[in-house]
Nanobody, 124 residues
Framework: QVQLVESGGGLVQAGGSLRLSCTAS????????MGWFRQAPGKERDIAAA????????YYADSVKGRFTISRDNAKNTVYLQMNSLKPEDTAVYYC?????????????????WGQGTQVTVSS
């Protein structure tokens, strides 16, 4: 069993920054790709960013490219999402997820464990 706990969400003004953290417990996550997804009210859950098991490969949705940075610290069982230049359209619940393979996928169905989510609200 794997537990994922996100933290770092909150309310921020447009142009501001937040850093999300997701810490895994239970089975090791150092051999697994990880993803950050987000879901706005009335919308589907979409990928924001993903990272391979070693951190060597990363993926970003076009909407966040150049503003968000995903990273991981396998010694701490933690994956991060640094979010800069935030926009009101970034408002959503953000979820981290574990993929049962070393490389990432873009679809939510490719991930087997999910955190409870953390709310990010960007005011204009």
């Amino acid at each position: 069993q794997v537990q994922l706990v996100e933290s770092g969400g909150g309310l921020v003004q447009a142009g501001g920054s937040l850093r999300l953290s997701c810490t895994a417990s239970g089975r090791t996550f150092s051999s697994n790709a990880m993803g950050w997804f987000r879901q706005a009210p009335g919308k589907e859950r979409d990928i924001a960013a993903a990272i391979s098991w070693s951190g060597a490969r990363t993926y970003y949705a076009d909407s966040v490219k150049g503003r968000f940075t995903i990273s991981r610290d396998n010694a701490k069982n933690t994956v991060y999402l640094q979010m800069n230049s935030l926009k009101p359209e970034d408002t959503a619940v953000y979820y981290c997820a574990r993929r049962p393979y070393p490389d990432y996928a873009q679809e939510p169905r490719g991930y087997d464990y999910w955190g409870q989510g953390t709310q990010v609200t960007v005011s204009s």
